[in-house]
């Protein structure tokens, strides 16, 4: 377990267990529960789906017994499946073919005729998804390790590669097939666009021996790295043509305890550099940050979801507008901030196989 995380949160796991508790939606059994404003509430959207299965994985590569918090953990992988038809959103199944690795629920190519796919429409799908999807779904077949699913995660991994811009070693957000809120902002990607494939490109070095992979891996990471914020943050929005940040803010926990430095670690199980240093300033942040408040509450195992500018929705709406023209506004001289009170289900999820794979090898069903 991190030091950082050790040290402000002495019991991570029982304070984790207790809020996944808290998220499990009692109708259909997925974590579909959130803090939002302060209080809990559903999730929304497609995120019952993604943040079930982050949190399968987690709860599984720290090595606490599903049933502790799941009823049925193998129902609920193949419950997940069958969301992904119902809500015709095939972006989720590589997070759900992952979890489902992990947990050991059922053969991979059941799995996906349950979410109304097959090796041939997997891979048909794919230039249609977010990076970050795309990256999930490389993941998801990497640890799914089949044969005849092969192509498609080779597709997936091809599909990274076409989308990083060579020169400025940034991920697009989206390819020319997505559909068109996201092609409007291609060349604007968030940090989850260039995180997930950096993980993704690290466990395809390690399951494939893949030198070329884990090069690229390598490069991408030290931009990532050389990118980060003085107080050890991860900026939000990237411009691909010209590698330059375009906006900061939020600044989200999520990424700062968890999504970089998984990354981070699975890069340098690969064989790459160890980054431990920029990982430890990015959890720094959480307890020294832009409005100089502890974001992690240890009593309740709540961390605040991030800080974001303080500026009115009118404020908001423009600057968000000149970013998908990629014309930010200049920072200002002495910028507002406000707390987000809000944590969804996956933030725990993340947290939990973090602090996992900085502490023991990878069991059965894990890569790193």
Known sequence: MSQVLDTAIPDLHALCLARLRDCIDPDSGRFARQIRAGAWAPTLGTESITSSAICLIGLSRAGIPLRAVVDDPVELCIHLAARVREEAYPGGIGLVLWANSAIGAAAPLALLAEAGLDPVTLEQAIPGLTTMEVAWLASGLLHADIASLRPACCAALRELDERLHPGTLVFRHAGAAAPLRHRLRGRIANFADQVYPLQALAFAAIAHGDAERRNLAERCGARLVAAQGPLGQWWWHHDASTGEVIERYPVYSVHQHSMAP???RALAVAGGRCHAAAAARSRAWLHANELGIDMVEPASGIIWRSIER??????????????????????????????????????????????????????????V
């Open 262 to 264: 998984m990354a981070l």
């Open 310 to 367: 303080d500026e009115g929705s009118v404020g908001h709406r423009l600057r968000q507008s000149r970013i998908l023209l990629a014309s930010p506004a200049a920072e200002p001289a002495q910028p507002r901030f406000r707390l987000n009170r809000e944590i969804r289900p996956y933030e725990w999820g993340w947290l939990l196989y973090a602090t996992a794979i900085e502490a023991s090898a990878a069991p059965g069903g894990h890569i």
